[in-house]
């Protein structure tokens, strides 16, 4: 087994803070209308940038390691398990938050958009960068 690449995870991270913040900026209006917390539409505060980035470094290291070890070569590898990881993880969590704590579909839905592109993009770049 070959070791991870860690300039593309680092890569991968930045990449999926950056498209995640892109999108979220896309939805800024009817994320506000949804939750509270969404109302106040300043830009975070560096901090919350720094969680953001080491939560993403943590996911690209995790999905770096299930492509070393699924042995993901390709794109259609790499969106492949991006796909897989997004319906097993993200897709079942907000499934269950919608059904037992009772958020909204719409909030849920848009929070897993962002998961499915932060999960294709990163293991597009881990799993084709190695």
Same mark, same amino acid.
């Given at each position: 087994?070959?070791?991870?690449? &860690? /300039?593309?995870? /680092?890569?991968?991270?930045?990449?999926? !803070?950056? !498209?995640?913040t =892109? &999108? &979220?900026?896309?939805f800024g209006s009817?994320?506000a209308?949804l939750? @509270?917390?969404y109302? @106040?539409?300043?830009r $975070?505060p560096?901090?919350? =940038?720094?969680?953001e980035?080491?939560?993403?470094?943590?996911?690209?290291?995790? !999905?770096?390691?299930?492509?070393?070890?699924? *042995?993901? *070569? #390709?794109?259609? *590898?790499? /969106? /492949?398990? #991006?796909?897989?990881?997004?319906?097993?993880? $993200?897709?079942?969590?907000?499934?269950?938050a919608?059904?037992?704590? %009772? !958020?909204?579909?719409?909030?849920?839905?848009?929070?897993a #958009? *962002?998961?499915?592109?932060?999960?294709l =993009? +990163?293991a597009? +770049? =881990? #799993?084709?960068? %190695?």
């Amino acid at each position: 087994m070959s070791e991870l690449n &860690y /300039l593309a995870i /680092l890569v991968a991270a930045v990449a999926a !803070v950056i !498209v995640s913040t =892109v &999108y &979220y900026s896309a939805f800024g209006s009817q994320l506000a209308a949804l939750n @509270d917390a969404y109302a @106040d539409q300043q830009r $975070p505060p560096a901090w919350k =940038v720094g969680v953001e980035l080491l939560r993403c470094l943590v996911l690209a290291a995790v !999905v770096a390691s299930l492509a070393e070890r699924t *042995d993901t *070569d #390709g794109w259609t *590898d790499a /969106l /492949l398990l #991006g796909l897989v990881l997004w319906i097993g993880f $993200p897709v079942v969590l907000w499934t269950g938050a919608v059904v037992w704590e %009772r !958020v909204p579909r719409k909030l849920a839905a848009i929070h897993a #958009g *962002d998961w499915l592109i932060k999960l294709l =993009v +990163i293991a597009s +770049i =881990v #799993g084709l960068w %190695r």
